[in-house]
């Protein structure tokens, strides 16, 4: 008697998770380079006809943001392999930019998906400075190297260089949207996609921000069905970084802490 034995189908997982960035040796976070090699080795399985991307991000560094997608995209051109994306909590800002890699991309109803637009902020110190007693001294070469100096007062020309780079950038930010989601995008609805605005799973649906609602394992074995295999990817944290992190500048760790934090809560509730 001859049997036959149906093969698993495997299906690598990639998960890229926290805020964008140059997340430096000892922090969380998403960047290119520590990302490079685990993209490459989930699309050299070749038995993978696919390949899942989980994004839980609220956005950071659109430089970053653009070089995974760019290389998500060549990798799944060359190896000849689908791309399934899952948004968790928060796939935002250069979150969302990474979502587009994705042939399809699905969030649970409760995401929070969008905010395609561009941030910068900062506080102003002068009148701080001067109550204290304290001179702000500045010397340049290159009369627009002090641009948007927060202890120096505010000029209309840097804000206005400033609002340019920004309309540049949200520009490249829209293009990779439209060239990604094509056709899906709903436009017709009233709403301006590309404002900035964020909203939850089930309205970026309806918005043609998203295809679908469902949690990876969900879809992926409706997908492949339910003996497939979901190989994970990720980045991992080895023992003497987490002996050296414990060593790190308690000040750089608060502040790194609560920048983080300030960037993910925008989208909190």
């Not at 001294?137 to 100096?149: E, F, H, I, P, Q």
Request: glycine share 8%; hydrophobic share 40%.
């Amino acid at each position: 008697m001859i049997w036959f034995f149906k093969k698993k189908k495997i299906v690598p997982h990639i998960k890229l998770s926290g805020v964008i960035g140059n997340v430096g040796k000892f922090r969380q976070g998403i960047d290119f380079s520590s990302q490079e090699e685990i993209i490459k080795k989930a699309f050299s399985i070749k038995k993978a006809s696919a390949v899942a991307v989980t994004v839980n991000s609220p956005g950071g560094s659109p430089v970053q943001s653009h070089l995974i997608y760019k290389f998500i995209r060549e990798q799944a051109k060359k190896n000849k392999k689908k791309v399934i994306v899952f948004a968790e909590d928060v796939a935002a800002s250069g979150g969302y930019l990474i979502a587009c890699s994705g042939d399809e991309i699905y969030a649970n109803s409760s995401s929070i998906i969008g905010s395609i637009g561009v941030i910068y902020s900062s506080f102003g110190f002068k009148d701080l400075i001067q109550k204290i007693g304290v001179q702000r001294r500045v010397y340049t070469a290159g009369k627009n190297k002090s641009t948007l100096d927060p202890f120096l007062d505010e000029k209309h020309e840097d804000i206005e260089r400033l609002k340019n780079i920004q309309l540049e950038l949200h520009k490249d930010f829209i293009d990779v949207v439209e060239e990604s989601r094509a056709t899906k995008l709903k436009k017709e609805t009233g709403i301006e996609l590309f404002s900035g605005e964020f909203w939850s799973g089930r309205k970026a649906k309806d918005l043609g921000l998203i295809d679908g609602i469902g949690n990876a394992d969900q879809i992926l074995k409706k997908k492949f069905g339910e003996e497939v295999v979901i190989k994970k990817f990720e980045k991992s944290k080895g023992w003497l970084a987490k002996k050296l992190s414990s060593s790190e500048d308690h000040a750089d760790k608060i502040i790194s802490i609560l920048e983080e934090r300030s960037i993910w809560q925008r989208y909190g509730f």
